[in-house]
């Protein structure tokens, strides 16, 4: 069973950045595509940014430009840079990995492991 580390987050005025972090407990560049999502009260589980095997990367409409997923394999962490920060980008933030290395989806049904979740709060 895959553990998922998440570290980051805070509390940041809009435009501001912040780094979220996420250590595997295992090894994951052959076999696992990684992803972040967020979550706000009283709405579903979304998407953000997924980063496939071979480093291909994909990202929702809404946060394209301001965020970038990365990750070092060596270190067998995941990261999230966020940049021009928005209130809207305020909640619950969760690391994730699906087994196969591809990233085919971001229904969070689908995905195996998580990681326990950081609050990201903006203010404007």
């Known amino acids: 069973q895959m553990r998922l580390t998440q570290s980051g987050g805070g509390s940041v005025q809009a435009g501001g950045s912040l780094r979220l972090s996420c250590v595997a407990s295992?090894?994951?560049?052959?076999?696992?595509?990684m992803g972040w999502f967020r979550q706000t009260p009283g709405k579903e589980r979304e998407g953000v940014a997924s980063i496939e095997t071979d480093g291909s990367t994909t990202y929702a409409e809404s946060v394209k430009g301001r965020f970038t997923i990365s990750k070092d394999n060596a270190q067998n962490t995941l990261y999230l840079q966020i940049d021009n920060l928005e209130p809207e980008d305020s909640g619950t933030y969760y690391c994730a990995a699906l087994g196969g290395g591809y990233c085919y989806t971001f229904t969070s049904a689908y995905w195996d492991f998580w990681g326990r979740g950081t609050q990201v709060t903006v203010s404007s």
């Open positions: 295992e090894n994951t560049d052959y076999t696992y595509c």
